[in-house]
């Protein structure tokens, strides 16, 4: 199933289409794709880099899908690759501005590049979006752990 696909299979326009036809449940077609690279990657039965692509494919088919975005984010500030984090965490936040973990990785990972100020300018617009208060916590705890340059 995440083996690479040749073009103009039969096989490939059917997989396509119907996943094209099924945009209303994208989001949960999404994630089961991805949670099945995950399971792969676990069992080592995928490598770390076929696992990445086949998310990655995921992401390209379903550009606004949470699940594949952060995980792409995750596994970009596991590699040391903030920047591309970053892009992945804020497609995130388009998607669900009260994706708490999400505005915490994103400051992270402006942390890590040396934005202290970025990180604190996105932690402070969290606040202001975010409505749990509990939620609003955890962000200024993180807040109070940034040192800014």
């Excluded at 096989?11 to 399971?39: F, K, N, P, W």
């Excluded at 590699?79 to 992270?108: I, M, P």
Aim: charged share 25%; net charge negative; no cysteine.
């Amino acid at each position: 199933m995440f083996m690479p696909r040749t073009p103009g299979g039969e096989e490939d326009d059917a997989v396509g289409s119907a996943m094209h036809e099924t945009l209303d449940h994208s989001y949960s077609i999404a994630d089961s794709l991805v949670d099945v690279a995950l399971q792969k990657l676990e069992s080592g039965e995928l490598p770390p880099m076929q696992a990445v692509l086949s998310i990655r494919d995921v992401a390209e088919k379903f550009p606004e899908n949470i699940k594949a975005n952060f995980t792409l984010g995750v596994m970009s500030m596991q590699t040391g690759q903030y920047e591309k984090a970053q892009e992945r965490f804020l497609k995130v936040l388009k998607s669900d501005a009260q994706n708490l973990d999400a505005h915490l990785l994103l400051a992270r990972a402006k942390t890590s590049i040396g934005d202290s100020l970025g990180a604190i300018e996105s932690l402070e617009s969290a606040l202001e979006t975010l409505s749990s208060e509990e939620t609003k916590n955890a962000i200024r705890e993180e807040l109070a752990s940034i040192n800014p340059n």
